[in-house]
């Protein structure tokens, strides 16, 4: 399909329901952006999935307001591939005996990956060393190739918690991390997608493993920023609406245990739970 640019736009602008990256004059359709508040998946009694808004303790859709403890909460997005950054906090590499990178470091987590708020996740059988790494989710808005950093913003959907469990056993003797990052339920996903304006640039990622803190630190201590994320990314690969980008881990990284609670919580986006087992 061949498309006519109008030369009066600028890179990264919106004309109708395309967006326009003047980098490589490639276009893709995209949906139309909207004003949303946190948006929340769920199953109500009836079995039926809905899309909702949560706010404070209840969660409404259309004109019917539900208990969030008697929904099922889904993943907030459906996304085709996880991207994931590893190594975006100074001090996470350091107790990783490993160096600060020069460019953001990218694997993929399959949609099998992802699980949602209130899921209890089955730990690789037979692996010792299964740890929880707490991370800020970007969920992405529209299909996009080739995004110049300073035109980031207007992909974005907005921002989620996330648990990037990892199985180092495997993951530090292969190159490829499928076994080690890849496996069912590797990525906790949730409980909402919170609009961007709501997540401070200072946002604080907490994480509580049976209600003790055991990371705790800023998006401000990124090594590489969302914008710049974005950018790499999108020169190699297409983002499509609904895919994540998870962007790194601070230090404190740990095992998991049959039987675990953890909780993610970041600032402006709300709390993340899930168990785990080995069963």
Excluded at 111 to 139: C, F, I, M, R
């Amino acid at each position: 399909m061949t498309i006519d640019i109008d030369p009066t736009l600028k890179d990264g602008a919106f004309s109708s329901n395309l967006y326009i990256s003047a980098a490589t004059v490639t276009v893709f359709s995209a949906a139309q952006n909207s004003e949303y508040m946190s948006h929340v998946r769920f199953r109500d009694a009836a079995g039926y999935i809905r899309d909702g808004l949560w706010t404070d303790n209840s969660i409404t859709f259309a004109a019917d307001t539900y208990d969030p403890t008697e929904v099922d909460i889904l993943p907030p997005t459906e996304p085709t591939k996880v991207v994931c950054v590893g190594l975006n906090y100074a001090d996470h590499a350091e107790e990783s005996g490993m160096e600060i990178p020069n460019r953001p470091l990218l694997f993929l987590k399959p949609p099998n990956s992802v699980a949602g708020h209130g899921d209890t996740v089955t730990l690789p059988a037979g692996k010792e060393q299964v740890e929880y790494e707490a991370e800020l989710g970007v969920v992405i808005g529209r299909q996009c190739r080739n995004v110049a950093a300073a035109d980031a913003e207007a992909v974005i959907k907005g921002y989620t918690c996330v648990n990037d469990i990892s199985n180092r056993d495997d993951q530090m003797i292969e190159q490829n991390w499928i076994r080690g990052k890849a496996f069912d339920g590797s990525a906790p996903i949730g409980p909402v997608v919170a609009p961007p304006e709501a997540v401070p640039d200072d946002a604080t990622v907490e994480l509580r493993l049976n209600g003790e803190v055991k990371q705790r630190s800023s998006r401000s201590e990124f090594i590489f920023s969302v914008p710049e994320i974005i950018e790499e990314i999108t020169a190699y690969l297409t983002l499509e609406p609904g895919d994540v980008i998870i962007t790194g881990t601070p230090a404190g990284v740990g095992p998991l245990s049959d039987g675990d609670q953890v909780e993610v919580e970041i600032e402006g986006i709300g709390t993340l739970k899930h168990d785990v087992t080995t069963d």
